[in-house]
């Protein structure tokens, strides 16, 4: 079984910065693209960041400049660096990840159960 665990969230205030990880553990063969997900209350679940396995980026346009998407491949973790958040990112930010649990196994969607981030003005 895989499992994504999000970690670093917090309170914070605006123009501050906060990092979160997504460490992916259990049985598989590789991990593919790797993402973050934010949800405001009352708000759709929207992509915040994007990495493919070979580093590739894409974010939001509401995070570029703000916002670092990485990943360390030995350790199977995503990172998220926040800088200069201000109250509208204050939401619940979800890891999900494209994982192949055998070698010629199809991709799973898995996701992490989230990480509470709120920002005060």
């Known amino acids: 079984q895989v499992q994504l665990v999000e970690s670093g969230g917090g309170l914070v205030q605006a123009g501050g910065s906060l990092r979160l990880s997504c460490a992916v553990s259990?049985?598989?063969?590789?991990?593919?693209?790797m993402r973050w997900y934010r949800q405001a209350p009352g708000k759709q679940r929207e992509l915040v960041a994007a990495?493919?396995?070979?580093?590739?980026?894409n974010y939001a346009d509401s995070v570029k400049g703000r916002f670092t998407i990485s990943r360390d491949n030995v350790k199977n973790t995503a990172y998220l660096e926040m800088n200069s958040l201000k109250p509208e990112d204050t939401a619940v930010y979800f890891c999900?990840?494209?994982?192949?649990?055998?070698?010629?196994?199809?991709?799973?969607?898995?996701w992490g159960r989230g990480t509470q981030v709120t920002v005060s003005s």
């Open positions: 999900n990840a494209d994982v192949r649990r055998t070698t010629y196994g199809d991709l799973a969607s898995e």
């Open positions: 259990g049985s598989f063969f590789r991990i593919n693209g």
């Open positions: 990495i493919t396995s070979g580093g590739n980026t």
